[in-house]
């Protein structure tokens, strides 16, 4: 075996790795952030820290970071090229690909086909699978994940910029008075900026968070916002007009760089802005509202951060340009610690918005204009530009679904699991005569529907390029061999189109030579001054060498003779036309479906801490199951109540598109009137509990952003009659022909299944027959017709191989010792004599969440340790280790300190 490059040929970023082993610094490939990652290969697994010289993190990981060692292994992963479920070889899978796109094209037209990618792709695949098809097939349909996430951004961006710009960049969050959070729980969603921003906080930096849910981001804020859903742009304009009445706006800034004020103003000007109708509006608290409006007007160095709350909306665009008004008339942009800043989700979701990974845009931040058609037709030599702008995500689906796409193609994403309206994709995709899909994994909802199964290299095996939040590329380098015959997607691509007969376009043999191209496109007629100035120019990378590649250091576009650039717009000039960035007058509306009687809850869906989108990885990594183990919907315990619903107890969630059944929590965090659902679980994991079959697909008109969190929903206990459980050492998927609600939840040793119903006695027996069946023939068993119960475990040697506990009446034991006991390959007399009773003979189990996902700590341990007397975050990490390592539930322990303080208190007003 030849070891793995270190760093190819040891540029200056190899990190010495001590004696033997060698460090390669990489990127991880979860959030925007962008973390520099300093990975040790051992075979197949790797020992993963911190790059202490990564400027994102300063060595730093979160919880998803740290455990990226536990998610390389080859369990579950597409290897082999497959056609209509069998094996093949690149060249078949390949050859099928071109003819069927081919002709498809030659007999329908270039519009007949369309590619669905991601932000997890790297620069280099984005850059091939684009060019491929606005270049080269000549249709705009190509799309990306992006459109889930960014579109409103980018278009409120291009409105006020001239471009897709993001002006700020972390040290921004550093040097900033005030950060505002915008519906962003970056506790959750980017936990190492949060860390960053909680160590600003010591020094005096305020944080006010507008979301209508008290998340970990807003427990531990100066102010919290809990607004009414999408209130948000009446919120921000009513700011702006307050700015305005307190003589609060930058005027030498507004005439010297500003169009649009006076637009803005009259819009202003025809609702009602005083602070108690807003607060009104809005669903807060006046006193709160005009204290965030003070704290606004008295702190130049402002840094507003926007993310999905803002941009997931039918008003998404709307929004953001509310934010970026605000920014513009202060003159708050451009200068250190003050920028509006919309934060990306996906690793590289920047990277595919420079390269034209969306719909909209033809390459390198130029649109579909005619000089920039003639401009990016002349660089690639092109045969068949892209007319105009292709269809976005939503619409992609539905023309595949009516018969307009007859061949599709998705990289790197699951849409079958993260679009809206999800049953109606599954069921364009079921329709659609030739679906290819490229993936690592094998076994995706989405791959289900695939003709046509890629194999693409992972984490850890990819080389390539990715943009973060601020704009900074960063390599993503390879620590392991190509496993089976997995193969780069940019290669995949390039291979199809050579089968395609466009080989001339995409001779590339190694990512370097793809970045290289791009990096020329970028610079390519990209003039000084407006009307050809283009800011994204990575001019000087343009030439760049295979070692000088393999050893680039991360560094922020646009890239100058003399290195990155942090912050934009420092000198007032913006990508227009006339250098002025330009103001955008909007107005307040509602969501797009308003609640009513029969549909009275807000659905608001989004993120948990430890998991990742669909759970294709993070699944892999037991420890960061714990955390939320199973699919939930969190509701206020007076919207709870009346209804019956109740804590911990299965609940079905209804829209006019779908229904879920998830377990209840009940909060106070929750705003009364809206419900909280985590985007993550697939069939594969919850069939019962996915939630966007229940999200409507409304989306906002300019940027097709669709509105994730707000569809009309209503909530009613399930009232299961049996519930049970199943261990086993393989995962299982639900028996076909029961009605059930089944969760596997992955453990350390075993997987663990969850499940309940309300069938009779023969549908429990059906299921347990189809549990057992040629399980090990050592057999304990234990029946308790009374309770409708049945615990059976069976024994291999002296290995645990299935465990079955079911019950109508009865009480089911915690899992975790018997998922323990997966772990033992000697299983002893005692061992086995409390198998049917679920916990060691005399012993406690430990039992409620885990805090810590890095330590396994309890939030029962926590809770002792603070009755104990820890009464700091430092005190409870010494007691328990919970929150010492990467830091990500630390707002969680700060929440159960606060918690634990107040409630004596509550006693006493109860007494
Ligand atoms: N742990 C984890 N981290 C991730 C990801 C992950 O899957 N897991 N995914 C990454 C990706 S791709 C993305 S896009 C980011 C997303 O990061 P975030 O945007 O922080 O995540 P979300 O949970 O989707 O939504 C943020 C908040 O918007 C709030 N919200 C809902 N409606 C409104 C509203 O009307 N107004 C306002 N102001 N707020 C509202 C929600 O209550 C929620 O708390 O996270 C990235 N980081
Ligand atoms: N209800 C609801 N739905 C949402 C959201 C929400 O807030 N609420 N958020 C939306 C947002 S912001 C996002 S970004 C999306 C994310 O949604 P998806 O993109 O669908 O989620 P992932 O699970 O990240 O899917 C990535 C897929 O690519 C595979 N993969 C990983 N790396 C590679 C690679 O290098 N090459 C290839 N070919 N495959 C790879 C993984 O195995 C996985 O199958 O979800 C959206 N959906
Ligand atoms: S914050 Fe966590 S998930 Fe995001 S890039 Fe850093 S380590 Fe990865
Ligand atoms: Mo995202």
């Not at 921000?236 to 500003?258: E, F, K």
């Not at 911990?648 to 779908?658: A, D, H, N």
Request: contains cysteine; neutral net charge; proline residues 6%.
């Amino acid at each position: 075996m030849v070891p793995p490059p270190c760093n190819g040929g040891g540029g200056p970023r190899s990190g010495g790795g001590g004696a033997g082993a060698c460090a390669i610094l990489t990127a991880c490939p979860y959030c925007g952030v962008g973390c520099g990652v300093s990975a040790t290969p051992e075979g197949r697994a790797a020992t993963v820290q911190g790059d202490p010289d990564h400027p994102a993190n300063h060595g730093r990981l979160c919880s998803k970071g740290s455990a990226l060692g536990a998610t390389t292994g080859l369990q579950g992963r597409l290897l082999y090229p497959e056609i209509h479920g069998r094996r093949a070889t690149w060249t078949e899978a390949t050859a099928l690909v071109a003819r069927r796109f081919s002709e498809t094209i030659a007999r329908h037209g270039p519009d007949s086909v369309g590619f669905y990618v991601s932000g997890q792709l790297l620069t280099e695949d984005y850059y091939a699978a684009n060019k491929l098809m606005k270049g080269f097939i000549g249709s705009g349909n190509i799309d990306t994940n992006s459109r889930l996430c960014m579109a409103s951004a980018v278009v409120a961006h291009k409105l006020a910029f001239g471009a897709d710009l993001v002006p700020g960049c972390y040290e921004d969050l550093d040097l900033a008075d005030l950060v505002v959070f915008s519906g962003h729980n970056a506790a959750w969603t980017h936990p190492v900026l949060f860390r960053r921003l909680e160590a600003a906080r010591v020094r005096g930096q305020r944080h006010v968070v507008i979301d209508p849910r008290r998340t970990d981001t807003a427990e531990g804020a100066d102010l919290h916002l809990a607004l009414a859903p999408q209130t948000d742009v009446r919120l921000w304009n009513g700011l702006l007009a307050d700015l305005i009445r307190r003589g609060a706006v930058d005027r030498g800034y507004v005439a010297a760089h500003v169009a649009g004020f006076a637009e803005v103003e009259a819009e202003l000007a025809r609702a009602d802005q005083s602070p108690g109708a807003v607060a009104a509006d809005c669903g807060v608290p006046l006193a709160d509202l005009e204290a965030f409006f003070r704290l606004f007007a008295e702190t130049p160095r402002t840094v507003s951060l926007f993310s999905m709350g803002a941009n997931q909306s039918a008003q998404g665009v709307a929004k953001g340009s509310a934010i970026l008004n605000v920014h513009l008339a202060t003159g708050r942009i451009g200068k250190p610690g003050a920028c509006p800043f919309s934060i990306t989700g996906q690793p590289n979701a920047m990277g595919g918005r420079e390269t034209g990974g969306m719909a909209t845009t033809l390459a390198g931040h130029m649109d579909f204009d005619e000089a920039s058609r003639a401009r990016v037709q002349r660089f690639w030599g092109a045969p068949r530009m892209a007319a105009g702008p292709g269809l976005k995500a939503v619409d992609m689906f539905e023309a595949v679904a009516d018969g307009r796409i007859k061949a599709l193609w998705v990289m790197a994403t699951n849409p079958a699991v993260s679009l809206p309206d999800a049953t109606r994709v599954r069921e364009a995709m079921a329709a659609c005569p030739f679906v290819v899909v490229s993936d690592c994994m094998a076994e995706t909802d989405t791959l289900k529907f695939a003709h046509v199964k890629l194999p693409a290299l992972a984490w850890g095996e990819k080389d390539g390029t990715v943009t973060n939040s601020e704009r900074r590329i960063t390599r993503q380098r390879r620590l392991f061999a190509p496993p089976g015959e997995a193969r780069a997607d940019w290669r995949i691509v390039a291979d199809v189109a050579r089968g395609m007969g466009f080989g001339d376009g995409f001779g590339w043999r190694a990512p370097a030579q793809v970045f290289r191209e791009w990096a020329r496109l970028s610079a390519y007629e990209n003039g000084l001054e407006a009307p050809t100035r283009r800011v994204l120019n990575l001019g000087p990378l343009s030439g760049i060498t295979l070692d000088a590649y393999d050893a680039l250091e991360p560094v922020q576009w646009p890239v100058t003779a003399g290195g990155g650039t942090a912050r934009l717009f420092a000198d007032g000039r913006f990508q227009t036309p006339d250098g002025r960035a330009q103001m955008v007058p909007v107005a307040a509306r509602g969501p797009a479906q308003a609640t009513d009687a029969a549909f009275p809850l807000a659905l608001n869906t989004g993120r948990v801490r430890d998991h990742w989108h669909t759970l294709t990885r993070t699944g892999l990594a037991a420890d960061l199951c714990r955390h939320a183990p199973e699919p939930y919907v969190e509701i206020h315990p007076d919207d709870a109540g009346p209804l019956g619903v109740a804590e911990g107890r299965l609940t079905r969630v209804q829209t006019t598109q779908g229904e879920a059944v998830v377990v209840a929590k009940l909060s106070d965090r929750q705003r009364p009137g809206s419900i909280f659902m985590p985007l993550h679980w697939s069939e594969a994991y919850a069939p019962a509990g996915r939630a966007n079959p229940l999200v409507a697909k409304s989306r906002d008109a300019r940027s097709g952003q669709p509105e994730f969190k707000h569809t009309p929903a209503r909530v009613r206990p399930y009232r299961e009659t049996w519930r049970g459980f199943f261990l086993a050492r393989e995962a299982w998927s639900a028996p076909k022909g029961l009605d059930l609600v089944w969760r596997r939840i992955p453990q350390g040793a075993c997987q663990l299944h969850e499940f309940a119903g309300r069938g009779d006695q023969a549908e429990r027996d059906a299921l347990r027959k189809a549990l057992v069946r040629g399980a090990a023939p050592d057999a304990l068993r234990f029946e308790d017709p009374a309770a409708g119960g049945v615990r059976e475990a069976f024994v291999d040697g002296h290995r645990l191989d299935r465990v079955l506990f079911l019950t109508a009446t009865g009480r089911l034991p915690p899992r975790d010792w018997l998922a323990e006991m997966f772990g033992s390959d000697a299983l002893g007399a005692e061992d086995r004599a409390a198998l049917l009773i679920g916990r060691p003979a005399g012993g406690a189990v430990e039992t409620g969440p885990v805090v810590c996902a890095c330590r396994n700590v309890r939030a029962s341990l926590i809770a002792s340790a603070i009755a104990g007397g820890a009464a700091s975050l430092e005190a409870v990490g010494a007691a328990t280790t919970a929150g010492t390592v990467c830091g990500s539930c630390r707002p969680e322990i700060t929440r159960l300190l606060a918690a634990a303080a107040a409630a004596p208190k509550e006693v006493l007003h109860a007494a």
